[in-house]
């Protein structure tokens, strides 16, 4: 039999007008894999045109974003599995995990094992700040459906990956950062004998002119769209 892959996830729990879940309790476990945000050492495909603290800036404030939707979508268990030392921008029950492994694919899959506690995982990272409560929870009951949910990214990697059990065989060795991970990740999955579930497809922040199309999608008070707007002002005068 083929393993099934879904284009379409039904939601759990009400969503109000503002996009709230107002479910009181999750059945998954939410994981944000994040660095830092320190200049020079994030988001150096912003500079140009953004310097290296307008680019920490840029991605403080994206983390922060993601962090405080996490934290607003009902979940057994909330996780940061970290590269570096949390800051002002980590709110109050969410777990720090310091993040092991040295390619992207050995962290992501240790982020899996170190925050499984026999449920679901949903795993997410920090580039995303146009995310919602909504779409977050749609992952984690698709997980009571399938064993894996996927959601793509424009560029071709992907920004959510969930599974109903951690296995680090379905994500060590899959080549990250390529217009191609997305991809292989899905075939991995799917070549697994999972069944997948999708979601939509999100631009993730690695470029200036995707800091422009998730501006645009993002809440108008988020802090990545106050960040975008003061830092427009600033580049239009010159002000590095």
Known sequence: MTPAITTSIGGAG????????????????????AKEPVPGLVKTRLTPPYP????AALAAAALADTLETVVRTPAAGRSLALAGTPGPWLPPGVRVVPQRGAALDERLAHAFDDA???????????DTPQVTP??????????????????????GGFWLLGLRRPDPALLRGVPMSRPETGRIQLARLVDAGLGVAMLPALTDVDTAADVSRVARRVPSGSRFA???????????????
Do not use: C, N
């Not at 499984?116 to 920090?126: F, N, Q």
């Not at 779409?135 to 560029?155: H, K, N, Q, S, Y």
């Open 14 to 33: 009400h969503a109000d007008a503002a996009g709230t879940i107002t479910t009181r309790t999750g059945t998954a476990d939410i994981v944000i894999i």
């Open 134 to 155: 909504a779409l977050l929870t749609r992952a984690a009951a698709a997980l009571g459906r399938r064993e894996a949910v996927f959601g793509p990214a424009t560029d």
């Open 116 to 126: 499984y506690d026999g449920r679901p995982i949903v795993l997410i990272g920090m």
């Open 226 to 240: 106050s960040v975008v707007r003061a830092h427009a002002g600033m580049l239009a005068k010159g002000v590095p």
């Open 52 to 55: 290296p603290d307008q680019a």
